[in-house]
């Protein structure tokens, strides 16, 4: 709430608890908007979130053009005479609701927003930090010691990273444990296709940061499933057009790294 008054320059006073007499003119006003706009409209079908706002937006003129039981004169002439002269501008665009989280840099140089399931790149330099991240409808920031470090457009697609190519460490070619070697060099250890289908893994994306967190989830597989099953799984991968952790778990779990049969083509 605080947050909406600062948007609009304006001051919050709250009512009273238990003191009704406090929001007098509130409730009144409340009870009008339902009689005069609610309860008209709502024997109506709207097949658009735009055709309903035009609806209440002229419903509203008309209801500002009534005149008062007493003093004749209306809520738009009352509006026009003794308050407008003393409003601000309104801000330029709409105020949205803004969110807050706390969330932890990732080795990646990536936070998660569980919201909506996806990633966001943040300065390199900030890994293994907790960050604060505000977000609305429009936009996504984050916060270090009350210090903005990054800024993104919000993104509303699961899984998908939003990146600016500064944040990342291969971009300046400064890596911490995890790089594609790291990866690369653990696969070699299990066998001679783990390496290959890491090597394509990474290859797919403009960042190898964001294959990371499927190359140590492929790598683990082994743990559950033997490096020799492992290898073989990621064997009958390399069969498949793209790569990822997704697929080698499927295999591992259905047990075809044992029954070598031709993979399904997959477009």
């Known amino acids: 709430m605080a947050d909406f008054a600062l948007f609009y320059g304006c001051a919050v006073d709250p009512a009273r608890p238990y003191h009704p007499q406090d929001k007098a003119l509130v409730e009144r006003a409340v009870e009008l908007i339902y009689q005069r706009i609610y309860y008209p409209i709502s024997r109506h079908t709207f097949f658009s979130l735009e055709e309903l706002n035009t609806e209440i937006s002229n419903m509203l003129i008309t209801f500002n053009d009534y005149l008062f039981a007493h003093g004749g004169t209306t ?17 330029q665009g709409r105020y949205h609701i803004r969110q807050y989280r706390r ?3 990732q080795k990646t140089s990536y936070i998660y927003l569980s919201e909506s399931r996806n990633y966001y790149s943040v300065p390199y330099r900030y890994q293994g930090l907790h960050v604060e991240v505000q977000y609305n409808q429009v936009s996504v920031e984050i916060f270090y010691n009350h210090t903005r470090i990054s800024s993104h457009r919000r993104c509303f697609i699961p899984g998908h990273y939003t990146t600016i190519s500064d944040h990342l460490p291969s971009t300046h070619q400064v ?4 790089s594609p070697k790291f990866f690369e060099d653990k696969a070699a250890q299990v066998g001679n296709n783990t390496p290959l289908y890491i ?13 990371y967190k499927q190359c140590q989830g492929i790598l683990a597989l082994g743990k559950d499933y033997t490096s020799q099953r492992l290898e073989q799984a990621c064997h009958r991968a390399l069969e498949y057009h793209k790569a990822g952790f997704h697929t080698v778990e499927r295999i591992l779990k259905a047990g075809l790294d044992v029954n070598q049969q031709p993979a399904p083509h997959r477009s």
């Open 75 to 91: 809520r738009w002439q009352q509006f026009i005479d003794t308050e407008k002269e003393w409003l601000q501008s309104l801000p």
């Open 175 to 178: 890596y911490n444990d995890w």
């Open 103 to 105: 969330a932890k840099v």
């Open 199 to 211: 090597q394509r893994l990474l290859g797919q994306y403009s960042y190898p940061e964001i294959a």
